[in-house]
T-cell receptor
């Protein structure tokens, strides 16, 4: 079946740093979605991407739909403490179910 | 306010008992989904429904059952046949014209 590899698995951030994470797949997707989940809550949709090469921003977040349609990237600029949480990518090809990555855990450096 | 509600937030049951988790949406979405989340893992699809009175098994349907008698409601029953039921359960819905799924706040089920 389709699988997504999301990396890094976890990362520590210092306030003000830029953050990057990505998802790769062996399959082609037509849609990429990025979600953020706070502890004990449901995931919240951050950005939806529908076209290869598309670059979409939501405030300090920017996501890109890879040109090969097998990957996607999420960048967070000038991170703040409330950015901590788990970020999930999800991909879907026509007629198939949404497939989720295992998540990237964002923590604050102490 | 439009959204998805799941109740209760926390649920405790003894082993051997069936338990039903509630999911309601007032977004007028056609499709609804149930996912299971375990620590350190992504979301795994249990069941989904694209239309009232119809539903399909997901990747881990064994030990679970669902019904879809109304558009706005998609309850999930965790049966005693589910070998490892303790988990965080998430319900989601999707408008028919979009691939974007929107999630409820989740129910944490603990079976002892």
């Amino acid at each position: 079946g389709q699988q997504l590899n999301q990396s890094p698995q976890s990362m520590f951030i210092q306030e003000g740093e830029d953050v990057s994470m990505n998802c790769t797949s062996s399959s082609i997707f037509n849609t990429w979605l990025w979600y953020k989940q706070d502890p004990g809550e449901g995931p919240v949709l951050l950005i939806a991407l529908y076209k290869a090469g598309e670059l979409t921003s939501n405030g300090r977040l920017t996501a890109q739909f890879g040109i090969t349609r097998k990957d996607s990237f999420l960048n967070i600029s000038a991170s703040i403490p409330s950015d901590v949480g788990i970020y999930f990518c999800a991909g879907q090809s026509y007629g198939n179910k949404l497939v989720f990555g295992a998540g990237t855990i964002l923590r604050v450096k102490s | 306010d439009g959204g998805i509600t799941q109740s209760p937030k926390y649920l405790f049951r003894k082993e051997g008992q069936n338990v039903t988790l509630s999911c309601e949406q007032n977004l007028n979405h056609d499709a609804m989904y149930w996912y299971r989340q375990d620590p350190g893992q992504g979301l795994r699809l249990i069941y989904y429904s694209q239309i009232v009175n119809d539903f399909q098994k997901g990747d881990i349907a064994e030990g679970y059952s669902v019904s879809r008698e109304k558009k706005e409601s998609f309850p999930l029953t965790v049966t005693s046949a589910q070998k490892n039921p303790t988990a965080f359960y998430l319900c989601a819905s999707r408008d028919g014209s979009s691939y974007e799924q929107y999630f409820g706040p989740g129910t944490r089920l603990t079976v002892t």
